[in-house]
């Protein structure tokens, strides 16, 4: 299985490679204006602020929180997990949340003695929910919002 960033990159210098065959191979500020400045540099910062909150622990310290208010009830923190996975996602890339989350998820699922699988499905679908939220929760709104912003 070959990874998506890599199948993109493939793809994208396949096409201009067939338009170089053509002879219609456009200027590299065509190319370049083909791409949305604002998304990349809005989810590179995120990537980047992510990358050392999660170094701090500020993720795990969150979620033991979470699971200490919920007393070691299943379902408590469940809900609790979930609510905190829609607000996070909401303010980050909702991608990024699930890879932060699902490490603590199934820590805590071992501490409860719980298996982890039907949390881990929640977890993305509420992810998702939360995702979808804000503009800058998930990265097709992101497009969307900077594609819409001219006329707004």
Request: negative net charge; charged residues 10%; proline residues 4%.
């Amino acid at each position: 299985i070959i990874h998506r960033t890599l199948a993109a990159f493939l793809g994208a210098a396949g096409v201009l490679f067939l338009l170089g065959l053509e002879h219609r191979l456009p200027e590299i500020s065509t190319i370049i204006g083909w791409m949305d400045h604002g998304t990349l540099a809005l989810l590179w910062g995120m990537m980047i602020i992510v990358a050392l909150l999660s170094r701090t622990g500020v993720f795990e310290w969150a979620a033991v929180r979470v699971f200490q208010a919920s007393g070691a009830n299943m379902w408590k923190l469940f809900w609790m997990l979930m609510i905190f996975d829609c607000i996070l996602s909401a303010f980050l890339d909702n991608v990024t949340t699930m890879l932060l989350l699902s490490p603590v998820v199934i820590s805590l699922c071992k501490a409860i003695d719980v298996q982890p699988k039907p949390m881990l499905i929640s977890l993305a679908l509420f992810g998702n929910i939360g995702g979808t939220a804000t503009m800058i929760g998930d990265p097709p709104n992101i497009i969307i919002g900077n594609a819409l912003s001219d006329y707004i």
